[in-house]
């Protein structure tokens, strides 16, 4: 079983819909980062949050610590929204950038 | 600069020679990770440089990669006699301090014939 699974593999999506990508891990974190890889391959770190919520826009994450579960929210979804979505996990006895990474979310969003 | 900036941004290389990889941070970030990204596979941490602190290389696959930091600033992350295995996006990214915003090069291409 991986430490950071993610679901779902792949979401397609109508513009305009909302959007929950979820996340759960199995080890102690001190940190959890939702990163976006779009198409042509750049990545772009969305959020590191440890606790709580934080909204960005049209994007929203929060995280469950005693759940080991975080969310990734997009509410009213855009085209340029398509990417892939990966959740990573700063292991608690770990360095900061030893991350633990999901295999990712592939969104896909239908005009 | 303005970003995190690698180079080369591709390099085809033969089986069991050496290559460098170079990673430039943004000014003033004392954090840098390199991370690799293989074909079908999800990314995976490979080393973490944060201010003077000794490196955490744990996950480096074998000694063939090695990573240096100069002055705080440049990191060339060195692979010795390459294996079509080694064949991956190798990302770089830097942050203000360890545990911050990250902030990723746009990759180097690594292809091993």
Known sequence: KNEVEQSPQNLTAQEGEFITINCSYSVGISALHWLQQHPGGGIVSLFMLSSGKKKHGRLIATINIQEKHSSLHITASHPRDSAVYICAAANYGGSQGNLIFGKGTKLSVKP | ?113
């Open chain 2, 1 to 113: 600069g303005a970003g995190v900036s690698q180079s080369p941004s591709n390099k085809v290389t033969e089986k069991g020679k050496d290559v460098e990889l170079r990673c430039d941070p943004i000014s003033g970030h004392t954090a840098l990770y390199w991370y690799r990204q293989s074909l079908g596979q999800g990314l995976e941490f490979l080393i973490y440089f944060q201010g003077n602190s000794a490196p955490d290389k744990s996950g480096l696959p074998s000694d063939r990669f090695s990573a240096e930091r100069t002055g705080g600033s440049v990191s060339t992350l060195t692979i010795q006699r390459t294996q079509q295995e080694d064949s991956a996006v190798y990302l770089c990214a830097s942050s203000r301090t360890g545990g911050e915003k990250l902030f990723f090069g746009s990759g180097t291409q690594l292809s091993v014939l």
